[in-house]
């Protein structure tokens, strides 16, 4: 039996010095309330109260049992553990899970079912759900920082939650269906993204004449494309390594404005990486304060606060400077690294830990986060934004395009297996509803075999999803040159539909449904894997 769409059975508030617990219609008390609105198929969840808040908890009993497996989603970046797993109850699951039976392997849907709960993109809180089996827990995580937020007067909607049941389909056209229940205004590039990033070769060491050498070599393997490719210059062209500032270049690239007019000529459209949080050189800001330490965390004096209106006008002054060069794609990375004080891998409950707040005590940490993510994207205009290491339900409808995965590898082809197929089975449902999903690059080098690379990059093709590569220069043989440019001519339609078949038994699947016909990849050699080499 379904677990229809409800009031919780209980609701618990977690205050200042008070935790409030009720049964049936929510919280109403003198100090603070818990109250619900039914909109649009959707339960809306409104949270006051006199006190600093910092959770809510809802729980809902259900019947379905543990005779299932349960898939959960990620806090930003996928690290190579999305998977449907069995029945764990102290499993935390960021912003949506399903439960489901049976197999998509099995081509018979007869006696298929899948239920899906979770919360609507761009939620005030962070949301995660827990699931015993006979129980359904929402946890929504409404602090400022690790401590209260002073929500004063205002009311807060902190998410919109949302139960479907699909009969007689197969788990992963539930969990695309799903994906469009919680995200129905996707903000999506008006073209098809694909192109090349220098990243995978070069690792930060590279130069303006190295970049224009890779646009000759992007624009060549795009001869068959649809539309022009992107050359994205990633970490490296900065005066210093991976901080601000990002007014200039370094001595390799002393001159961005006329380095993108140059890639423009030579037919492709230029990107730009930039880490907008981070100033542990402490670069000048835009403007002088008197109190200089109000504009970093409390808990990291060498990143910027983004609850401050001097932070977003700085950031937003940045990303405008890069549309004046003249740069049509900007990826921004590091914001969820920076703002909660490291990667959310492996983080078993909340995305952040307790004892630190912002300048802005009167935001939730995910609506201060939704801000940045709003001043980036405006700032930008009519360029494209990839999020990269941002948390994936506050960005999606915001920026058009999302690295959903940890970094791929042109060294280690064991981390692109982990990170980057992982990424595209499990993300794909998201694709186009949440944002482009985006798994990350081919990286070509001397390391990687190419039979390997080959069956990767053909992947990234027939997903439909945006293909980046890096490319070691002088390094193609012309079969590979050949076999790049037939790839790009079908990733620049994204015209294809691939489903994963095994992807409720494997973290990396290899066996997909192209436009119905099954594709299968060996991923692994007579070695089997090999990420263990001592």
Known sequence: MKVELRAPDLVTLYSDGAVMCS?????????????????????????????????????????????????????????????????????????YMAISNGSDQDPDTTHRFTECFGVGVQPNSLAFWQYTGDFLTLWLDIRNGGMSTLLGERELCAATVYFREYLGVRAFSAVRDFARVMSWQPRLASHKVFGSNNWYYAYGKSSQEEILNDTRLIVSLCERAQGKPYMVIDDGWQPNSCDAPWDRGNKSFPDMAGLARKMKA????????????????????????????????????????????EVIEYVS??????????????????????????????????????????????????????????????????????????????????????RTGDDTSGRDFQRTLTMGVNTLAFRLPQHNSF????????????????????????????????????????????????????????????????????????????????NGKEVRFKWYTEKGNESFAP
């Open 435 to 514: 944002y482009g999903v985006d798994a990350d690059c081919v990286g070509i080098t001397e390391k990687i075999p190419w039979e390997k690379n080959r069956q990767w990059l053909e992947l990234l093709a027939r997903s439909s999803t945006p293909l980046f590569v890096s490319v070691k220069p002088d390094l193609l043989s012309e079969e590979q040159t050949e076999e790049l440019k037939d790839a790009f001519a079908v990733a620049s339609l994204q015209e294809d539909e691939m489903i994963p078949v095994d992807w409720m038994e494997t973290t990396t699947p290899s066996r997909y449904l192209v």
């Open 266 to 309: 030579l037919g492709a459209r230029p990107g730009i990486w930039v880490r907008c949080l981070v100033n542990a050189k402490k670069s000048e800001l835009t403007k002088d304060i008197n109190d200089r330490a109000q504009l970093y965390l409390s808990k990291n004096p060498n990143v910027l606060d983004p609850s401050h209106p």
């Open 317 to 402: 002054n940045t990303v405008k400077r890069f549309v004046d060069w003249g740069y049509e794609l900007i990826k921004h990375d590091y914001t969820a690294y920076d703002i909660l004080g490291g990667y959310c891998n492996g983080r078993r409950d909340t995305a952040t830990d307790d004892g630190w707040c912002f300048y802005d005590r009167t935001r939730t940490t995910a609506e201060i986060i939704k801000g940045l993510y709003s001043a980036i994207q405006e700032s930008a205009g009519d360029a494209i934004v990839i999020g990269c290491n941002t948390i994936s339900h506050l960005c999606a409808g915001i920026h058009q395009l999302n």
């Open 23 to 95: 049964r049936g219609e929510g919280i109403r008390e003198d100090r603070a309330s818990v109250r619900y609105e039914m909109e649009n198929d959707g339960l809306r969840v409104f949270v006051k109260s006199a006190l600093g808040v910092r959770y809510l908890r809802m729980d809902w009993a259900c019947t379905r049992g543990s005779d299932v497996k349960v898939l959960g989603d990620a806090w930003e970046r996928s690290y190579g553990n999305l998977a449907w797993n069995t029945v764990c109850p102290e499993r935390c699951m960021p912003w």
